[in-house]
């Protein structure tokens, strides 16, 4: 059974920084693309950041919401079948919670589904 379990939300002021992880169990997604996604109370579920399997090079590649771009970077540990989410500059809109994502398919950079979800976890950033 697979499960994606994400961990690293809480409150923090605006102007801070927190890391998200999610790590997967079940199976590996070394070959999958990852992402996180968000949602504000009221508000409909969106994309946050994706990174894509690592080839034979070692290579990733990344993409994000224009909203978080510059502040938010999306890693993964395939070793530890992990990814990550580095948060910086968080704004108060950024408050949401945030899901953790795996085997997503992309067009030209935008997810168009993905087969597994985490539970979230909550980020709540003060102003």
């Known amino acids: 059974q697979v499960e994606l379990v994400e961990s690293g939300g809480e409150l923090v002021q605006g102007g801070g920084s927190l890391r998200l992880s999610c790590t997967a169990s079940?199976?590996?997604?070394?070959?999958?693309?990852m992402g996180w996604f968000r949602q504000a109370a009221g508000k409909e579920r969106e994309f946050v950041a994706v990174i894509t399997w690592t080839d034979t090079y070692g290579t990733t590649n990344t993409y994000y919401a224009d909203s978080v771009k510059g502040r938010f970077t999306i890693s993964r540990d395939n070793a530890k079948n992990t990814v990550y989410l580095r948060m910086n500059s968080l704004k108060p809109e950024d408050t949401a919670v945030y899901y953790c994502?795996?085997?997503?398919?992309?067009?030209?950079?935008?997810?168009?589904?993905?087969?597994?979800w985490g539970q979230g976890t909550q980020v709540t950033v003060s102003s």
């Open positions: 994502a795996a085997a997503c398919s992309l067009l030209g950079g935008n997810p168009l589904s993905c087969n597994y």
């Open positions: 079940g199976r590996t997604f070394s070959g999958s693309t």
